[in-house]
């Protein structure tokens, strides 16, 4: 590691593969920013990542990485988390792969608080396969699977991470890098399951939900939000009607799955002098 690192020190020396004026260069300099502002040593990181344009990600950061499969970072990141407590683990991935594939995965890594920063580049479409309806695209887009506009309501992926028990929960918009640096620089301080949700226009697929969309929808937390307070926190998200919070939501501290497990191992005496024989004795009849 450098002696001081600056954000381009986190550049992997790959270039980005996005389109121009996608909002994941946005994301991108937000996470070299946060890394900086953290002195986080790049042998210390993993960048894990499922399958999208977000999910690229990885590729472009100085650090050891995954590019696995299609909503299946959070829980090869768990695994990772388990086994090698010591590092950052940081998982980038899009709408489409979060909550759509890998929707069944999100609930648990919020209530296990597996200790892990998670960032989702939310761009209301499926990006690297041309343009499909998400689970967050508004019912209004004819995308190349609803030329007729949706038949679903978009989701809230603020007030599921609520309900599902993340314990850093924060949105920005990817464009306003300052903001999404902060945030997720909050998040990889934070231990236990950190969520930052950024949003992040594909101007080659969704032609209307564009830059100027996102920053017309968001509104900024009041200073004097109660960041600890889970209620307040799910109220926000209804309190501001059609508008986006952007900030923290919610923060708390509460025993990690790593830590959770740690103390289990202690409770059985330890894992090293183990004698399996005595597993095998309850065996018998
Ligand atoms: C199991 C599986 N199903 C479907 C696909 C095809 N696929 C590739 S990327 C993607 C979705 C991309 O959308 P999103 O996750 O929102 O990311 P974005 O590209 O918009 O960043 C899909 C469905 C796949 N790779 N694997
Ligand atoms: S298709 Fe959309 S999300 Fe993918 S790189 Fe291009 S602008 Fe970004």
């Given at each position: 590691?450098?002696?001081r690192?600056?954000?381009?020190?986190?550049?992997?020396?790959?270039?980005?593969?996005w389109?121009?004026?996608?909002?994941?260069?946005?994301?991108?300099?937000?996470i070299y920013?946060a890394?900086?502002?953290?002195?986080?040593?790049?042998?210390?990181?993993?960048?894990?990542?499922?399958?999208?344009?977000?999910?690229r990600?990885?590729?472009f950061?100085?650090?050891?990485?995954?590019?696995?499969?299609?909503?299946?970072?959070?829980?090869?990141?768990?695994?990772?988390?388990?086994?090698?407590?010591?590092?950052?683990?940081?998982?980038?991935?899009?709408?489409?792969?979060?909550?759509?594939?890998?929707g069944?995965?999100?609930p648990?890594?919020?209530?296990?608080?597996?200790?892990?920063?998670?960032?989702?580049?939310?761009?209301?479409?499926?990006g690297?396969?041309?343009?499909?309806?998400?689970?967050?695209?508004?019912?209004?887009?004819?995308?190349?699977?609803?030329?007729?506009?949706?038949?679903?309501?978009?989701?809230?992926?603020?007030?599921?991470?609520?309900?599902?028990?993340a314990s850093?929960?924060?949105?920005?918009?990817?464009?306003?890098?300052?903001?999404s640096?902060?945030?997720?620089?909050?998040?990889?301080?934070?231990?236990?399951?950190?969520?930052?949700?950024?949003?992040?226009?594909?101007?080659?697929?969704?032609?209307?939900?564009?830059?100027?969309?996102?920053?017309?929808?968001?509104?900024e937390?009041?200073?004097?939000?109660?960041?600890?307070?889970?209620?307040?926190?799910?109220?926000?998200?209804y309190?501001?009607?059609?508008?986006?919070?952007?900030?923290?939501?919610?923060?708390?501290?509460?025993?990690?799955?790593?830590?959770?497990?740690?103390?289990?191992?202690?409770?059985?005496?330890?894992?090293?002098?183990?004698?399996?024989?005595?597993?095998?004795?309850?065996?018998?009849?």
């Amino acid at each position: 590691m450098r002696e001081r690192m600056k954000p381009k020190d986190y550049k992997s020396g790959i270039p980005p593969v996005w389109c121009a004026g996608c909002g994941n260069y946005g994301a991108l300099s937000a996470i070299y920013r946060a890394l900086a502002a953290l002195q986080i040593d790049p042998a210390n990181l993993v960048n894990v990542s499922g399958i999208g344009c977000s999910s690229r990600m990885p590729y472009f950061l100085k650090a050891y990485k995954m590019h696995t499969l299609h909503g299946r970072a959070g829980p090869i990141a768990t695994g990772l988390q388990l086994a090698r407590p010591d590092l950052k683990v940081l998982v980038t991935g899009g709408d489409g792969d979060g909550f759509s594939i890998g929707g069944g995965h999100m609930p648990h890594l919020g209530r296990s608080n597996v200790n892990l920063t998670y960032v989702l580049m939310d761009n209301h479409i499926y990006g690297l396969t041309k343009g499909q309806f998400s689970p967050t695209s508004r019912r209004e887009m004819k995308s190349y699977t609803t030329p007729y506009g949706g038949i679903e309501e978009p989701m809230r992926p603020l007030l599921y991470m609520l309900t599902y028990g993340a314990s850093y929960v924060a949105q920005a918009y990817a464009g306003n890098a300052i903001m999404s640096a902060e945030l997720i620089k909050g998040g990889l301080e934070h231990q236990g399951m950190a969520y930052i949700h950024l949003l992040s226009q594909c101007p080659t697929f969704n032609k209307m939900d564009t830059a100027d969309y996102f920053k017309s929808i968001i509104k900024e937390i009041p200073a004097s939000h109660d960041t600890s307070d889970l209620r307040k926190a799910m109220r926000l998200i209804y309190k501001f009607k059609d508008k986006e919070p952007v900030g923290l939501l919610y923060q708390t501290r509460r025993p990690t799955l790593d830590e959770c497990m740690a103390g289990l191992v202690e409770q059985a005496g330890g894992s090293k002098e183990y004698d399996i024989h005595k597993i095998i004795d309850l065996a018998r009849p």
